[in-house]
Nanobody
Framework: EVQLVESGGGLAQAGASLRLSCAAS????????MNWYRQAPGKERELVAT????????NYADSVKGRFTISRDNAKDTLYLQMNSLKPEDTAVYYC??????????WGQGTQVTVSS
């Protein structure tokens, strides 16, 4: 079964850090561009960070630049999002996404991040 499974979400205080992981199974992410998205209650899903297959191109939403770091371990088929200096406005469900030429556009089920002030 082709799937992405996120983990690492939870409750954090403002200023704290969390690290999200996204593990792929049923396919390999080594040739894929990978993304982290988030969706807050009542808002549209927004792109948070993007990384190309070898990590040669990385881009962040302005709202997280300097605080979040996207990375990947292709040998483990795992994507990461290190989130530092968390703010209450970072509260959302975080989704990982793979754009794979063979299996198509793959989404994880999401992991909740809640930041208290």
């Amino acid at each position: 079964e082709v799937q992405l499974v996120e983990s690492g979400g939870g409750l954090a205080q403002a200023g704290a850090s969390l690290r999200l992981s996204c593990a792929a199974s049923g396919f390999t992410i080594s040739t894929d561009a990978m993304n982290w998205y988030r969706q807050a209650p009542g808002k549209e899903r927004e792109l948070v960070a993007t990384i190309t297959n070898a990590g040669g191109y990385i881009n962040y939403a302005d709202s997280v630049k300097g605080r979040f770091t996207i990375s990947r371990d292709n040998a483990k088929d795992t994507l990461y999002l290190q989130m530092n200096s968390l703010k209450p406005e970072d509260t959302a469900v975080y989704y990982c996404n793979a754009q794979d030429l063979r299996v198509g556009n793959v989404w994880g089920q999401g992991t909740q991040v809640t930041v208290s002030s």
